[in-house]
């Protein structure tokens, strides 16, 4: 609408300058958006460029020890083995769990989307975890699972296992961790899109003769398929910037050394704001990559148009 | 409710357009509206009739020309200030608000009285006849209810202009009807001009007192139901006041008004509504009911017939919507009084008089236009 | 979920039928005809070690804070409420409860006069550069909070604002006032904007046009936003973190640095009666929230055809 030049030689009614800039929808009302703009320049914009230009600005101690001058921080980066794994170490966490969170969902989704007595319940339940928060699902998770907890008390009387499993303050400890924080969020996401999906399109493919796995793959998995895309990359986003259950019910120096947990110690343990901020921004480079394959992919799985959400 | 005073002696659009980006949704719309009257805008979507509507309300500004009222311009006063009232195609009842708050918003708006604002609303109710569901929200009524508040909601100020927007697109067939004998009645009591907005045509005709038909934002005729139903303009509007038979054929001859054309099996005396020449290519235009079957043995009347084949006989409750092809393929739609037999031969004539003869192209409101842009790429 | 679902129009017939259908003629409706299948197995399966693993880690911490002491039990040996007491004055939970919610209190109202104007402008224009402003409302809430975190707290920290109380609420910002804006847009763009022009065609003006009809529209979903808004602040560890000390500290970072604090963390039993603190606290804000909205309007446009 807004595209294509005015004609604008013609004799002009009431269309003064103003009216021809308010149709191409510059008018007053956009006054109301500047807050919110000048508080992102402020609050996000500005300090992120600033984070920008501070990881050009290496300590001298960095510099001595990788070299590179100005790109130092980067050089240390990606040559100091004790920073650079923890970029797997994370997608190691962040991926699987995001994964799993979503592949879950789906068959757990489809059952409950019929009505039944209890699916109230059920979804309020699914919703405390998030009136947990991450430090009590740890504190919670060392407690119910750690060497002397209930799970591994009930496991070894009943004989199935003889030694207490170790789920806590290792690799396992955070995972479990993400699943109870990601999941229900996954779900809900998962279950509203396909309540999206019109129903009588399904119909449709009944009586055009498609069973239930046809109807599956050929009908409802395309039109879910952007949202199942959105609901991995926010799941994905969540697991990816594990921070506090890493340090809680993982192995901080070990396999949970995740890159939020490196840029925090930079940041407050060796007061190196340069070396933090570049771990913070590699941290995002690493995740818009993921999040930009996802994209790729979904374009490969699903070209038609989405019906609205996606 | 008294007839409305607040009134005006003419409302005129002068050159009135409106472009989005370098589309042309309305080019240049004259029409002079008298106290009282009833006019409908009528065209296929996209023609530029809400575009109209919606220059008129102020909801969107005007590329160009110019609205009066009395010769004062009122397109430069805001929608809120030019004291029109208005009703949606969806509505667009507030659903926050009971049915008389929402009648009555408007009056508020005006600071009037509580006491005068009250008895308004009370006439509001009457006249639409919704005072037992006065406390209700607009979720818990049908249809047609929303439709009659909505309309309470514009005729209750006693606006100036009254602008309507397919107010009836939404409702069943039964209830359309019921709904357009409504708004009749009210146009009849209150005299309120109306500017009714329509895609249908027998809508149209039945209410309004002038229709403007609009095609691709220009104006292909004004003029009354009888005029536009009798005398179309060119075979566009012709196509839209059903005439369904539009059929390419050639000039052989052309004598005053009258002109023998033939083609596709066709040989027909017919009356010239835009110049034509021998050797031209022409659209001839008859409607469906026109076309007269004549029965085995009657007399064309020194009419020349039409041999067709019949195709397909529809039933339409006092007669049959009969379609028949040429003895050279071409399809006609005819109305015929007795079931005729799908695969007979039958004859068909027409009074040169019901036979319309236009020009093919519709670009006669383009050229001028063409000239007056001018400068423009 | 009922109330904003009984507002919508009635199921289709046919839909109705395809999920009788479904349960093939001698079974009563409901899920007995799913019970058979293996995918529902799974499904149930599935649903109930979540259920195990979250209520086995809601309860330990529980009963570890009302027991004393409790080893190599099943449970405690007694149960008190010492330890609450403990906390509550050695943590200083009053101020930093206070400090909870005022940061949270404050988060809310600052996102929703920012953004909800801003969602009304992308909810109903187009403007040249509209897709770069919703990339930038977008990115914070995509990056990493740790990401846009460490260069905030450091600008905080040089501008000298490091350990107050208005960091800890500027930081919570950055992500809220984008959420709070990606969340109104699409229920603004559901409200007919023919609305507005209908209370303008009575004679509203702009100020009424907004007050009249907009506001009472918007606000079920300024509430259902808030509300997310308050949960999100109150939960949010990282950026908090980041820019906190201990006179500023939301009630998460309290717990967090009970537990890391040097020499092994405080005694057990001391967090957990915290985190039981916060979770209440938590329950409590959302009862409370519950009473006054429903947290489904946000997702209203959502058609749900198989509940009534």
């Known amino acids: 609408m807004t595209s294509a030049t005015n004609t604008a030689s013609r004799a002009h009614g009431s269309a003064s300058l103003k009216h021809r800039l308010a149709e191409r929808g510059i008018d007053t009302k956009l006054l109301l958006l500047v807050p919110a703009i000048v508080f992102a320049l402020l609050l996000f914009v500005y ?264 | 409710m008294a007839p409305s005073t607040n009134t005006f002696e003419t409302l005129e659009l002068k050159n009135v357009g409106r472009s989005f980006g370098g589309h042309d949704a309305l080019v240049d719309l004259n029409l002079t509206v008298r106290a009282g009257e009833f006019i409908a805008l009528l065209g296929p979507s996209g023609c530029g009739k809400s575009t109209a509507l919606n220059c008129l309300a102020g909801l969107l500004p005007l590329t160009h020309g110019e609205i009066l009222i009395d010769g004062k311009r009122v397109d430069i006063l805001p929608s809120e200030k030019r004291d029109f009232g208005m009703v949606f195609q969806n509505y667009a009842l507030f659903p926050h608000l009971s049915v008389e708050k929402n009648i009555a918003f408007g009056l508020q708006m005006r600071n009037l009285p509580k006491a005068e604002i009250t008895r308004r609303v009370a006439d509001g109710l009457a006249l639409v006849k919704l005072q037992e569901q006065a406390k209700k929200l607009p979720g818990q009524l049908s249809g047609g209810q929303q439709q009659r508040v909505a309309i309470a909601r514009a005729v209750v100020l006693e606006p100036r202009l009254v602008l309507m927007d397919e107010p009836l697109s939404n409702l069943d067939a039964k209830l359309r009807l019921e709904m357009r004998t409504e708004i009749r009645r009210l146009h009849q009591s209150l005299g309120l001009t109306t500017i009714y907005v329509t895609h249908d045509q027998e809508e149209a005709l039945s209410l309004a007192d002038r229709l403007v038909v609009l095609r691709e934002g220009r104006v292909q005729q004004i003029g009354t139901p009888e005029e536009l139903h009798n005398n179309p303009t060119n075979w566009h509007v012709a196509d839209f006041m059903g005439y369904r038979n539009i059929v390419d054929l050639t000039v052989d001859s052309v004598t005053g008004s009258l002109a023998r054309v033939s083609g596709h099996g066709i040989s027909i005396m017919a009356t010239v509504a835009q110049t034509a020449a021998v050797g031209d290519t022409v659209r001839v235009a008859i409607r469906p009911s026109d076309l007269v079957v004549l029965a085995p043995g009657e007399s064309p009347q020194g009419r020349e017939t039409i041999e067709a084949t019949v195709n397909v006989v529809e039933y339409q409750g006092r007669e049959f919507a009969v379609e028949v092809t040429t003895t050279a393929g071409q399809n006609l739609f005819v109305h015929a009084y007795s079931a005729l037999l799908p695969g007979s031969t039958v004859q068909l004539s027409v009074d040169p008089s019901r036979a319309l003869v236009y020009r093919t192209s519709l670009d006669q409101v383009d050229d001028s236009r063409r000239q007056l842009a001018g400068v423009p790429a | 979920m009922s109330n904003s679902l009984r507002t919508r129009t009635a199921p289709p017939t046919e839909v109705v039928n395809i999920v009788k259908n479904r349960n093939k003629g001698k079974l009563p409706p409901g899920e007995k005809a799913l019970i058979a299948s293996p995918g529902t197995w799974f499904v149930w399966f599935g649903i109930a070690a979540f259920f195990i693993l979250l209520f086995g880690i809601v309860l330990s911490v529980l009963v570890d804070s009302l027991g004393k002491p409790w080893f190599n039990t099943w449970l405690p040996e007694n149960f008190t409420l010492g330890w609450y007491q403990e906390s509550w004055e050695r943590f200083n939970l009053t101020h930093i409860i206070g400090v909870t919610l005022l940061v949270a209190v404050s988060v809310i109202v600052i996102s929703v006069v920012i953004g909800v104007p801003a969602s009304y402008v992308l909810a109903r224009s187009n403007f040249p550069g509209k897709k770069l402003v919703m990339l930038l409302f977008l990115l914070p809430i995509l990056i990493p909070p740790i990401t846009f975190g460490i260069p905030l707290a450091t600008v905080m920290y040089n501008m000298g604002l490091g350990r107050t109380v208005l960091a800890v609420i500027l930081v919570n910002l950055v992500p809220s006032v984008p959420f709070v804006i990606i969340t109104m847009t699409p229920f603004i763009e559901q409200i007919n904007p023919a609305i507005e022009n209908a209370a303008k065609m009575c004679g509203a003006n702009m100020y009424r046009v907004f007050t009249k009809v907009l506001a009472p529209l918007l606000i079920p979903g300024i509430l259902a936003a808030s509300i997310l808004v308050l949960v999100r602040t109150v939960g949010m560890f990282d950026l908090t973190f980041l820019v906190s000390g201990p006179t500023s500290d939301t009630l998460v970072v309290a717990i967090y640095r009970a537990m890391t604090s040097a020499g092994g963390g405080e005694s057990r039993q001391l967090i957990s009666s915290m985190g039981v603190i916060y979770t209440a606290l938590m329950l409590l804000i959302l009862i409370i929230a519950l009473r006054f909205i429903n947290p489904t309007q946000l997702v209203a446009q959502v058609k749900d055809s198989r509940e009534d």
């Not at chain 1, 019929?114 to 919670?140: D, W, Y």
């Not at chain 1, 993982?250 to 050394?257: F, K, N, W």
């Open chain 1, 47 to 310: 300090p992120f460029a600033y984070g920008i230009g501070l990881t050009f600005q290496p300590l001298a101690a960095t510099q001595d020890q990788w070299g590179g001058g100005f790109l130092s921080n980067y050089v240390a980066f990606f040559r100091d083995a004790f920073i650079f794994d923890s970029v797997w170490l994370t997608l190691k966490l962040a991926l699987p769990a995001a994964l799993f969170n979503v592949l879950v969902s789906i068959p757990i989704a489809f059952k409950l989307r019929n009505k039944f007595r209890g699916k109230r319940l059920l979804q309020t339940l699914l919703v405390l975890p998030i009136t947990l928060g991450t430090v009590l699902t740890a504190q919670g998770l060392l407690i119910f699972a750690g060497r002397q907890g209930w799970l591994n008390r009930f496991l070894m009387e009943n004989g199935i296992i003889d030694q207490p499993l170790a789920l806590v303050n290792n690799y396992i400890g955070v995972m479990l961790s993400l699943i109870i924080s990601g999941f229900p969020f996954a779900y809900l996401l998962i279950s509203s899109y396909l309540s999206g999906i019109d129903p009588s399109l399904e119909a449709a493919a009944k009586t055009l003769g498609a069973n239930w796995k046809q109807r599956f793959r050929r009908v409802t998995l395309p039109l879910l398929a952007p949202g199942l895309a959105t609901t991995f990359i926010l799941t994905f986003v969540l697991a990816f910037s594990v921070f506090p259950s890493a340090r809680l019910v993982g192995d901080a120096s070990g396999d949970t050394r995740v890159l939020a947990l490196m840029a925090y110690r930079a940041f407050s343990e060796q007061l190196d704001y340069s070396m933090a901020s570049t771990i913070a921004i590699m941290m995002g480079v690493v995740e818009l990559i993921v999040i930009a394959f996802v994209f790729l992919g979904r374009s490969f799985l699903y070209k038609g148009s989405t019906g609205g959400k996606g």
